[in-house]
């Protein structure tokens, strides 16, 4: 009898733990910038913000596609990385579905370009997170916080362009 009621007190506890049914799925592929050549050796993560000890890493082809699955209900920041390139950031924030919204899980397909630094050029700004996401109850579905895009996108034309116009120098000198 004991056995049954320790079995009956796990099954409660886990009912009652706000947990979702599926996860958030996030997947693309990566090129560079200029060329749409695919960088090596890409690592993809995800760091939760509430718990920073919680590290996510995206599986990684060998053709810069990803998938990288959250289980977890929380808010993290994306990294982008491969050597020789500069370095890009999102968030998203996964508060908000409803249990029954979770039961199908979340779908978000994320397409992007890194950058080879040109010369000296600053890339301070990239270290903001380039985009944000979190869910829209109204739609029940995640939406990017265009506001914040086109902020963002304005204060990065300027180095893009610099970027653009380093990065011919540079290829018709041979370098």
Excluded at 82 to 108: C, K, L, Q, Y
Aim: glycine letters at 4%; proline letters at 5%; aromatic letters at 8%.
């Amino acid at each position: 009898m004991r056995g049954h009621i320790n079995i009956a007190l796990c099954v409660l506890a886990l009912s009652e733990a706000p947990a979702q049914d599926s996860p958030l799925i996030i997947h693309g592929s990566i090129k560079e910038h200029l060329t749409d050549t695919r960088p090596s050796k890409l690592i993809v993560q995800a760091r939760d913000l509430e718990d920073p000890a919680n590290i996510v890493s995206a599986d990684v082809s060998d053709r810069a596609k990803y998938v990288l699955v959250l289980n977890r209900i929380s808010k993290y920041s994306i990294s982008y990385q491969s050597p020789g390139f500069v370095a890009r950031h999102i968030t998203i924030d996964m508060h908000g579905p409803s249990a029954t919204e979770w039961s199908n899980g979340f779908d978000i397909e994320i397409d992007l370009t890194l950058l080879r630094p040109v010369s000296d050029e600053h890339y301070d700004i990239l270290d903001e997170p380039m985009a944000r996401c979190a869910f829209d109850s109204s739609a029940r579905e995640f939406r990017w916080d265009l506001e914040y895009s086109e902020a963002l996108r304005k204060k990065i034309l300027p180095l893009f362009e610099d970027y653009k116009r380093r990065s011919n120098m540079y290829m018709k000198k041979g370098r």
